[in-house]
């Protein structure tokens, strides 16, 4: 959408309302780009101005603070010698969205949603009194958010105070007249700009100079401030010429300069010099990072050489790479709210996009966060050596001021987000649901046997697999994963338990009934698993399955997939398939045995009653606990997977 003019042509580009709902000829109201002094949008009704956007400063409009540059679309301003104009455009085509000024002035924004078949308003304006044009009157500014909405600029007084108290408010005026050699410059902030159409402005000056662009610029007023209006946020800053109340000010003024002067010279002398040190300490600790990053990455060997400054390491570089901070940061907008895609154990996970246009997820170490630089680095250590199409990919990490962990963008969020949710659930039939089981298997078997490591994942469950835009799965989370080679095929902590590849079999079989119930474990009154077990012992499994699936399955496949989720969460290890097995039970019509009782089963109604849990005997090789917990017996323990 275009609002402007032709400066060569005059032709121009606004919006009118309607005479009525029902009469489409022109109507009162008019919104458009005024081209007087500092360009400015105006609502109109004739020739009276109603409500005020704002001037253009740098990155939006000064009276929508809330309007910050993101994701979605984009919205710029452009002043030329031939053209003035407004530009707002979606960045996704897809999305239907239209501007509208109805009959009684008020301009709307409306966006289509696909979901609900309805138009759903994105924008209003004016959205209260403080919107209204000059409201307060002049040198006085509007806030909302106060009893009193109207208060004059410090230094200022109603002009009629019976009237001000009355609600009619006519302005305010200065306290004491303008001295000429006694004048200062008062600095106000977070304030809208005043009407601009009688300031002057440098017409050289880029648009992005602009303070709030990053660099300088200058708007000058010569008759009365209208329109103002205070917002709680940053918006921009004012500064008007007021009489100096302290004669002494500009005495002790110079006083401060020189002494400034002396001070600051020899503060810049001593800063020259510390930040050459600096600068070369950052240059030998970006190197060290570096070396070091890589290490960690590709498992290569690094070594100092000739002191702790030098390092050498062997092998190829890795893929992911190392980003800046600053990279990140102008990705996500500075981690804006706006960005965040949700949060988990590790911490807060943000959208964002790099210069080179890729989407990107990026996960952020929360301080509060019950993980640490351990699980840090695990994930680091694990994706960045795994390449396979049903693994999130590992773009890179950070380590400057904050630990990141850069991904490719996944747009439809955790599976949980869908089979969990009474709506979303809907759209995931039974193929795509045992797309989705697949998948994980397959996942999981290169992590066990493909991978050049044999890696336990130990935390796989439905918030952990993500769907990208064709709902295919890819298993994240790498936090608590253990790699191991040679003949180290389990895990174990005294008076703990085991943890091998069967304990990610155990909660793959898990999530697989979870997906075909569409029901999160012990969330019924007793245990899922007691449940999808009594029911195959009862010959009821087709009770088990989610009832929005209806009979779009194929009965004997969901039949057979239940079948292969019981054996996948018996109790004992060495009853469990390995991942291989199991994506030859999925895929073909081979015999299957009859499950054993599953883990954690209970004929009780408590979640938590009498689970049958034992502890094994300790083996050697040691390995810290996750959170969940898998049932043995003494009689299960071996070594084998």
């Given at each position: 959408m275009k609002l402007?003019?032709?400066?060569?042509?005059?032709?121009?580009?606004?919006?009118?309302?309607?005479?009525?709902?029902d009469d489409p000829s022109p109507g009162n109201f008019s919104y458009r780009l005024d081209p007087n002094g500092f360009p400015q949008i105006l609502l109109k009704q004739g020739s009276t101005v109603k409500s005020r956007l704002g001037p253009w400063i740098g990155v939006r409009n000064g009276g929508v603070p809330n309007l910050n540059p993101n994701l979605k679309y984009t919205y710029e301003f452009v002043l030329t010698e031939q053209e003035m104009y407004c530009h707002y455009q979606f960045l996704n085509r897809s999305v239907i969205s239209h501007l509208y000024l109805n009959p009684d002035g008020v301009v709307q924004r409306f966006t289509w949603v696909d979901q609900t078949q309805n138009w759903v308003l994105y924008l209003v304006g004016p959205s209260d009194v403080c919107d209204l044009?000059?409201?307060?009157?002049?040198?006085?500014?509007?806030?909302?958010?106060?009893?009193?909405?109207?208060?004059?600029?410090?230094?200022?007084?109603?002009?009629?105070?019976?009237?001000?108290?009355?609600?009619?408010?006519?302005?305010?005026?200065?306290?004491?007249?303008?001295?000429?050699?006694?004048?200062?410059?008062?600095?106000?902030?977070?304030?809208?700009?005043?009407?601009?159409?009688?300031?002057?402005?440098?017409r050289s000056m880029d648009l992005q100079e602009y303070p709030e662009g990053g660099g300088k610029g200058c708007l000058l007023w010569f008759g009365d401030l209208?329109?103002?209006?205070?917002?709680?946020?940053?918006?921009?800053?004012?500064?008007?010429?007021?009489?100096?109340?302290?004669?002494?000010?500009?005495?002790?003024?110079?006083?401060?300069?020189?002494?400034?002067?002396?001070?600051?010279?020899?503060?810049?002398?001593?800063?020259?010099?510390?930040?050459?040190?600096?600068?070369?300490?950052?240059?030998?600790?970006?190197?060290?990072?570096?070396?070091?990053?890589?290490?960690?990455?590709?498992?290569?060997?690094?070594?100092?050489?000739?002191?702790?400054?030098?390092?050498?390491?062997?092998?190829?570089?890795?893929?992911?790479?190392?980003?800046?901070?600053?990279?990140?940061?102008?990705?996500?907008?500075?981690?804006?709210?706006?960005?965040?895609?949700?949060?988990?154990?590790?911490?807060?996970?943000?959208?964002?996009?790099?210069?080179?246009?890729?989407?990107?997820?990026?996960?952020?170490?929360?301080?509060?966060?019950?993980?640490?630089?351990?699980?840090f680095k695990s994930e680091a250590l694990h994706l960045a050596r795994l390449q396979h199409r049903d693994l999130v990919k590992l773009l890179g990490c950070c380590v400057q001021k904050e630990m990141l962990l850069l991904y490719e963008y996944i747009p439809n969020k955790s599976l949980d987000s869908f089979i969990f949710d009474q709506e979303q659930r809907k759209l995931l039939g039974w193929s795509k649901r045992f797309h989705i089981i697949s998948g994980i298997a397959w996942g999981l078997f290169y992590l066990h046997q493909d991978s050049r490591l044999r890696i336990i994942h130990r935390d796989l469950k439905a918030s952990n697999v993500l769907l990208d835009c064709e709902l295919n799965p890819k298993i994240s989370d790498f936090g608590l994963a253990k790699s191991f080679g040679g003949n180290k095929t389990q895990a174990c902590k005294k008076l703990e338990h085991i943890f091998s590849a069967k304990s990610d079999v155990f909660s793959y079989g898990l999530s697989m009934l979870e997906i075909i119930s569409g029901t999160r474990n012990r969330g019924f009154s007793h245990p899922l698993l007691g449940h999808a077990w009594k029911l195959f012992q009862e010959g009821r499994r087709i009770e088990f399955v989610d009832p929005v699936v209806s009979n779009s399955y194929n009965v004997s496949e969901i039949m057979r997939t239940i079948h292969v989720g019981l054996l996948c969460v018996q109790k004992c290890p060495e009853d469990r398939p390995t991942m291989y097995m199991v994506i030859l039970m999925l895929g073909s019509d081979m015999a299957l045995s009859a499950p054993e009782e599953p883990g954690f089963f209970s004929e009780t109604k408590g979640p938590h009653a009498n689970a049958r849990v034992s502890q094994p005997e300790p083996c050697s090789l040691l390995m810290k606990l996750p959170r969940q917990h898998y049932p043995l017996s003494r009689r299960c323990f071996h070594h084998d997977l």
């Open positions: 402007g003019r032709n400066r060569i042509t005059g032709f121009d580009r606004y919006l009118t309302s309607w005479k009525s709902v044009y000059t409201y307060c009157g002049a040198y006085a500014s509007c806030k909302i958010s106060m009893s009193q909405v109207c208060k004059c600029l410090n230094g200022f007084l109603p002009k009629v105070q019976q009237n001000w108290s009355s609600l009619n408010r006519i302005g305010c005026v200065r306290i004491n007249a303008l001295g000429c050699k006694r004048d200062i410059f008062r600095k106000y902030s977070g304030l809208k700009l005043p009407d601009t159409r009688s300031s002057w402005f440098d209208t329109d103002i209006r205070e917002y709680d946020e940053h918006v921009q800053d004012i500064y008007v010429r007021m009489f100096d109340l302290d004669p002494g000010h500009s005495s002790r003024k110079k006083g401060k300069l020189i002494l400034g002067l002396i001070s600051g010279t020899l503060l810049l002398f001593l800063s020259l010099i510390l930040m050459v040190y600096v600068q070369k300490k950052k240059a030998v600790l970006k190197h060290l990072q570096i070396r070091l990053f890589n290490s960690v990455f590709s498992g290569r060997i690094c070594t100092s050489v000739g002191g702790s400054e030098n390092v050498e390491c062997s092998g190829e570089d890795p893929e992911p790479r190392l980003f800046e901070f600053a990279t990140i940061a102008n990705a996500t907008n500075y981690f804006a709210t706006d960005n965040k895609l949700g949060e988990g154990g590790f911490g807060p996970v943000y959208r964002g996009m790099l210069k080179n246009s890729q989407e990107i997820a990026v996960k952020k170490l929360s301080r509060s966060s019950g993980q640490g630089l351990d699980e």
